[in-house]
């Protein structure tokens, strides 16, 4: 997905806790930049703050980051000469989705759905109940009937 000014993310949404591909085809690229470094930070303190240097492809520079826990993932990018892409002093901020955690039970034993243990359950009681509607439509017409015998025990 192209975010803004060639920026693209190999994903849909920025989810924190999770790792993210980032290719940057803008100004320090275009200049030719052999090396380009992405500066970042979480949140509106620029929390976590960490330089990782790109690699350089025909995609542009590219680098794999770890989301942390934030309101927003800020970066800016600087190439080898000291010159940076900031967004003209704006910086490249963009919001950060926090993790769905709504499956987890809260009691003693988290269990998300469909859950072997629960999975397992649902078939036995299935089963049962299958056994216990065969046996009253297989013997039920007997014993009104009076067809049914059982067989007695030889002593």
């Known amino acids: 997905m192209e975010l803004t000014k060639n920026i693209f993310f ?6 924190e806790n999770s790792k993210v591909k980032i290719s940057y085809l803008g100004k ?8 380009v470094s992405i500066h970042y930070g979480f ?3 620029w929390d976590n703050v960490n330089d990782v240097k790109m690699e350089k492809t025909d995609l542009g ?6 989301l942390l826990e934030g309101d ?4 800016c990018f600087r190439n ?3 010159k940076w892409d900031n967004n003209d002093g704006q ?11 709504e499956l987890v039970v ?3 034993e988290p269990v998300a759905l469909g859950s072997p243990r629960k999975l397992r359950r649902s078939y036995l009681w299935s089963k049962k109940i299958r056994l216990a509607v065969y046996k009253i439509i297989t013997y039920l017409p007997k014993l009104i009937s009076g067809n049914y015998k059982r067989k007695l025990k030889e002593n």
């Not at 320090?28 to 090396?35: A, F, G, P, R, V």
């Not at 927003?72 to 970066?75: A, K, V």
């Open 61 to 66: 520079f590219q680098a794999e980051i770890e």
């Open 72 to 75: 927003t993932f800020n970066f």
């Open 106 to 108: 809260l009691d003693d």
């Open 10 to 15: 190999n994903t849909d949404k920025l989810v």
């Open 80 to 82: 080898g000469d000291d």
């Open 43 to 45: 949140g509106l303190n």
């Open 91 to 101: 910086n490249y901020v963009f919001p950060l989705e926090k993790v769905k955690n």
């Open 28 to 35: 320090l690229y275009q200049d030719n930049s052999e090396e």
